[in-house]
């Protein structure tokens, strides 16, 4: 029987029946994934302290439907299955550290909970990433997902700006501007490389509208940091693709750039004494970040009470009103006059990290970004496609720009959060070369 591979969906397999399951079957897993992980099943919703700590029957149920769906996909695509775990050992590890911590977790009860969904996604994100067709094409499918998620955002602002504004920024169908804020950054950067790679002017057309769209979104979201990450690694992006395309000279200039402003700014730091506060003020920024300087050095003091395996995953933030851990905070800064479960992250995702499961996990963790964004990079450089750079493009950046952003944000391994689900799905897509489009 000769091999058959269905457009779009499909992969190569010695069935035409077995062929058209795949199919159907990743294009419903693709989509119930990334529903979930972009717009969630709860739009405008803040839920309460309370309703945090007690989780969603209707979320809990949907996860378990979405993680039937993905054994099916893995079963349809078993070799590719394999491949993409073998080729990130860490990630699976880091799956694994979540579960096992509720051994010596503060409140196992959360933990188990809590646990259980990171594996759960973590499973359908395998999934996602297993049974994807070549580079191109998962890039085409997060596009349209992503240009999707963007008009609905937009549409929600014009027909319900009560609920999807705020005065701090559009927040869209999203709790806070922030959390908008990230999804017009994703959506900014996977169009502009998927249009980078796009062969036809109707497609580079369509791309450049969604973009741009994208980034009306993003201004109207007013998330500074968004907006600097969109900007910053898409500059990045097109001072590489110029340097790969003008050859050696060029990277060379680049680098000798890159070696000035470094020890432009290593003289400057010896001026002012290694200062980091006198270092700051040079800045048009907060020194403070918002008041986060505080928070970070109470979470440094907690992680230090557990500095080899942390305090349990998801067992420190959204534990019920009575152990809120900012509840028995010492006087002194503003913390503690803050009410129960306003804050409930570290804002920073390595902080964030060590405090549930230590700091040998947070190593492991950013280390394993690391290698995806670097290898990632190398295949873009290296890829003979456009197409296919372009792909490699978008998974280096949408790594580079997870790592970035967690010094300010915490979505590190913290299960359901829209950045984390689709950058561990960049993660493990990330390994190896993929064979490229014939």
């Not at 340097?243 to 060379?252: D, F, H, K, L, W």
């Not at 933030?317 to 028995?328: C, E, F, Q, S, T």
């Not at 952003?405 to 960049?426: D, I, K, M, Q, Y």
């Amino acid at each position: 029987m000769t091999a058959t591979n269905l457009p779009f969906f499909g992969q190569y397999v010695d069935s035409p029946v077995r062929a058209r399951a795949a199919s159907w079957t990743y294009g419903a897993l693709f989509t119930g994934y990334f529903l979930y992980a972009l717009v969630g099943l709860h739009p405008f919703a803040d839920g309460t302290l309370a309703e945090r700590a007690d989780g969603s029957p209707l979320d809990r149920v949907y996860v378990i439907a979405l993680f039937a769906l993905a054994l099916v996909t893995l079963a349809l695509n078993a070799r590719a299955a394999w491949a993409r775990l073998s080729e990130n050992p860490a990630a699976a590890a880091m799956v694994a550290i979540a579960l096992a911590s509720l051994a010596w977790s503060d409140y196992p009860e959360f933990t188990l909970r809590r646990a259980l969904l990171l594996a759960l996604l973590a499973g359908g994100a395998w999934a996602v990433a297993a049974g994807a067709p070549t580079m191109r094409r998962f890039h085409t499918l997060l596009f349209a997902a992503l240009a999707a998620v963007v008009a609905l955002n937009l549409l929600a602002i014009l027909a319900f700006p009560g609920a999807a504004l705020s005065d701090l920024g559009a927040k869209g169908l999203y709790t806070q501007k922030n959390v908008a804020g990230l999804i017009a950054m994703l959506a900014a950067i996977v169009a502009a490389t998927w249009t980078a790679g796009a062969a036809r002017g109707r497609e580079r057309l369509l791309g450049a509208i969604v973009t741009a769209l994208s980034f009306v979104f993003l201004v109207l979201s007013r998330s500074k940091t968004s907006e600097g990450l969109a900007v910053g690694a898409l500059g990045l992006a097109a001072l590489l693709a110029l340097a790969r395309r003008a050859g050696p000279a060029y990277v060379a200039l680049l680098a000798a750039l890159a070696s000035l402003a470094g020890a432009a700014l290593i003289v400057t730091a010896l001026a002012f004494d290694l200062d980091p506060s006198a270092l700051l003020a040079l800045l048009p920024v907060d020194p403070t970040f918002t008041g986060r300087d505080d928070l970070w050095r109470f979470a440094i003091d907690r992680a230090m009470q557990a500095p080899w395996l942390g305090h349990g995953y998801g067992a420190f933030w959204d534990v019920g009103a009575a152990h809120d851990p900012l509840a028995r905070i010492d006087p002194g800064t503003w913390l503690g006059d803050v009410e129960p479960g306003v804050i409930n992250q570290a804002h920073d995702g390595y902080l964030e990290l060590w405090l549930e499961l230590g700091a040998p996990a947070t190593i492991l963790a950013t280390l394993a970004i690391l290698k995806g964004a670097f290898v990632s990079a190398r295949s873009a450089w290296s890829a003979r496609r456009g197409d296919a750079r372009s792909a490699y493009a978008m998974l280096a950046l949408a790594l580079g720009v997870f790592l970035v952003h967690n010094l300010t944000e915490a979505t590190l391994f913290v299960r359901g959060t829209p950045l984390f689900s689709v950058a561990f799905v960049c993660l493990l897509l990330s390994a190896k070369p993929w064979r490229e489009e014939p």
